[in-house]
């Protein structure tokens, strides 16, 4: 009798216990949400990881959701707030580029998503032309092979593709090859002096093969939208053919057929903007061998040192995706605070006026 | 009968249940307030025992009327000590060559007399034996032409208008010594790596310690040696100068240790849908271990290659200097 009793006084002290820790547990909580609550969490010291970035006011589409002088303010704003966009915002509506990057089906995570990740936004519509369609990327799909005797294949076609869908939507036509940087605020001062009903395309210009020079294909290369018409019904009248597989020769071949003016894209002292190599390849004397061929196939005379580019430079090539990162923030993000640059380039005369007329219009505040 | 055991069964369990409740809290307060104290002296251990300068916002610089920004620019005078060995020889050219035009002044502090290049001998080896030597010559020699002392090894790249910039609202009667700050122990010091910047009151101090031996040894370590910059901390701490990090508005580090191209090879592994955004400070002053020729690079991707079209309206100016064609 005893016994059990005994047991069940145990089995209630057991309860009693677990009753107990369910308590001890329950009070814990409590507390401790309570005390949270109180002190508040510490904020993360970590500055906050930038979810919109105010260049990236360009979507891929139509320039239909480009913010005109408006800054996205949970972006890195307080870096960016001294800086006014306008003259940018305003070229960026009047001088609409088309890019067109030549890439292919192994490169597009080794290399354009890199492309994509930085100058490719600010162009007005880029493309990703490939010889296989990629929805996902997305990357059109040129039906060639792969391979560099391929390229001026790709190239014919890739204009091709841009003039059947995307004439309308743009003035200029620029090429580029996934290690190229692009800085498209400095192509559209560039080309804001000329008319897209021009027939002319602009580039590194060099001068064997063909007698007014034809441009690098590395550096990239951007045509009128005259130019474009010319170079596409070329090959519908056979005025020009795949006569060869060396692209920027063959188009420069092609252009001079069909009367396209090879362009003059150095800057107003006479300094070159589009670049077939890295800056250090350059600026570097002595960097490129006097033996290098580059030396001989300058249209004009080539610099080495500080005098070989431009302040707007347009275009680098052999970029690597490091080096992409790299001239983004140089070009875009590091600046002497309060610096005079030497180099004061007017604004375009039609822009200027523009410019003007709009602050006349402007309400006194 | 029944009921009254029931209830008594149940008051009991409820008791316990409050028992429990009681001592719970209890326990979790107390861990709380341990934790706390101990995860808030860490925090400041990790964080705050720095005092953070932060570089002032556009608010403040907007209080600052036109007149009063042209004087500013001016009131800054940046001198610089660059503290160079033979075998940095081309380091010591390009670095000649490039952002030392930037400063007020600048000079080159070598440990023994190289040919080709002009310098100071502070005739040792020793790097804090230089350090002290250089330090002691620019006090003495320049004190009243310069208010803030900047010191550099040469494989370092400096942006000395964002220096400038940084130290708007500093007053140099102060006692700053700032730059990249690393806690060792129980010392703070600024990373030698990153760029050493000193006010003249900072100066001052140090130079008065640098006679007493016991305040401030010319042979740091005993068993093994000291690092320079870690020497130069020491002795600061006993002339009362604190080490503090400099940061921009948003809380980088404007003192790198670090090349551009390192930080975008991390950011790319760590980060790789915010490469540039999580990459550097915009208003970065100093980036280390860069070759002569992406020095070279850097000067014409800081003041030369921009955008067209992004203008800034910024609170000070600065002008390009005499006979130089690199930026």
């Excluded at chain 1, 992409?324 to 875009?332: F, H, T």
């Excluded at chain 2, 307060?29 to 934790?35: C, D, K, Q, R, S």
């Excluded at chain 2, 020497?231 to 809380?251: H, I, P, Y």
Aim: glycine fraction near 6%; charged fraction near 25%; charge should be negative.
């Amino acid at each position: 009798m005893s016994e059990i009793h005994f047991w069940e006084m145990a089995s209630k002290s057991w309860l009693n216990f677990l009753i107990f820790l369910c308590g001890l547990a329950v009070g814990f909580v409590l507390c401790s949400q309570l005390f949270s609550i109180l002190l508040g969490e510490q904020d993360d010291t970590q500055p906050k990881i930038l979810h919109n970035d105010p260049h990236d006011g360009h979507s891929d589409d139509n320039g239909e959701y480009h913010l005109k002088g408006q800054m996205d303010f949970n972006a890195d704003a307080s870096q960016h707030k001294d800086e006014n966009t306008d003259i940018a915002d305003n070229l960026y509506e009047k001088v609409k580029i088309l890019c067109w990057v030549m890439t292919g089906p192994q490169n597009l995570e080794k290399k354009a998503k890199h492309v994509k990740a930085t100058w490719a936004k600010r162009c007005n519509k880029v493309l990703f032309m490939s010889s296989e369609e990629d929805k996902a990327f997305p990357a059109v799909g040129l039906e060639t092979r792969e391979g560099r005797d391929q390229l001026y294949w790709k190239t014919i076609k890739a204009f091709q593709y841009v003039h059947d869908h995307y004439l309308e939507d743009a003035d200029w036509f620029m090429k580029a090859d996934d290690d190229t940087y692009v800085i498209l605020d400095n192509l559209r001062w560039l080309l804001s002096k000329h008319s897209p009903e021009e027939p002319i395309y602009f580039g590194r210009r060099f001068k064997p093969y063909v007698k007014q020079g034809y441009m690098s294909g590395g550096a990239g290369y951007v045509l009128s939208k005259e130019a474009l018409k010319r170079f596409v019904d070329a090959f519908k009248t056979e005025k020009c053919t795949h006569s060869s597989s060396i692209e920027d020769l063959a188009l420069g071949r092609c252009m001079e057929t069909i009367n396209v003016e090879a362009g003059d894209s150095r800057d107003t002292i006479g300094k070159e903007t589009f670049h077939p190599f890295v800056p250090e390849h350059h600026l570097i004397k002595g960097f490129l061998p006097k033996t290098f061929w580059y030396w001989n196939y300058n249209y004009y005379p080539p610099v080495e040192g500080p005098g070989c580019c431009s302040d707007l430079a347009v275009s680098f090539h052999y970029v690597d995706p490091t080096t992409m990162y790299e001239l983004e923030y140089l070009v875009y993000h590091l600046r002497p605070y309060g610096y005079l640059y030497r180099y004061q380039p007017a604004l375009p005369e039609n822009i200027r006026k523009e410019i003007s007329q709009a602050y006349k219009n402007e309400d006194p505040k | 009968m029944h009921f009254k055991s029931h209830s008594g069964k149940m008051l009991s369990e409820s008791s316990s249940f409050l028992k429990g409740m009681m001592l719970g809290s209890i326990f979790c307060a107390l861990i709380t307030m341990l934790g706390h104290i101990k995860i808030g002296n860490g925090n400041k251990m990790y964080h705050h025992e720095h005092h953070h300068l932060q570089a002032p916002n556009k608010e403040d610089i907007l209080k600052i009327s036109e007149k009063e920004r042209m004087e500013l620019s001016k009131s800054f005078r940046v001198y610089c000590i660059i503290l160079v060995k033979p075998k940095d020889v081309s380091l010591w050219a390009a670095v000649k060559e490039t952002w030392t035009k930037h400063c007020d002044k600048a000079e080159f502090f070598s440990s023994e007399k190289v040919k080709v290049f002009e310098s100071i001998n502070m005739e040792t080896d020793d790097m804090w034996l230089m350090m002290r030597k250089a330090y002691k010559y620019a006090f003495d020699k320049y004190r009243d032409h310069y208010n803030w002392f900047f010191l550099a090894r040469p494989s370092t790249f400096a942006i000395i208008e964002n220096l400038k910039y940084f130290l708007l609202r500093k007053d140099p009667s102060q006692p700053f010594y700032l730059g990249h700050a690393i806690k060792s122990g129980d010392l703070d010091y600024v990373n030698v790596e990153g760029g050493i910047v000193l006010s003249i009151e900072s100066m001052k101090r140090l130079n008065k310690l640098l006679s007493f031996p016991e305040k401030c040894s010319e042979q740091g370590g005993m068993i093994w040696k000291i690092s320079e910059d870690k020497q130069l901390a020491v002795c600061l701490k006993n002339a009362g100068v604190r080490a503090e990090n400099a940061e921009d508005s948003q809380g980088k580090d404007i003192f790198n240790t670090k090349s551009v191209g390192l930080f975008i090879k991390e950011a790319m592994a760590n980060k790789p849908n915010q490469v540039v955004e999580g990459c550097c400070s915009d208003m970065a002053v100093t980036f280390n271990g860069l070759t002569p020729n992406q020095m070279h690079v850097m000067m014409y991707g800081v003041y030369r290659l921009r955008a067209f079209g992004h203008i800034f309206t910024d609170a000070l100016v600065f002008l390009p200097p005499n006979v130089s064609d690199n930026d």
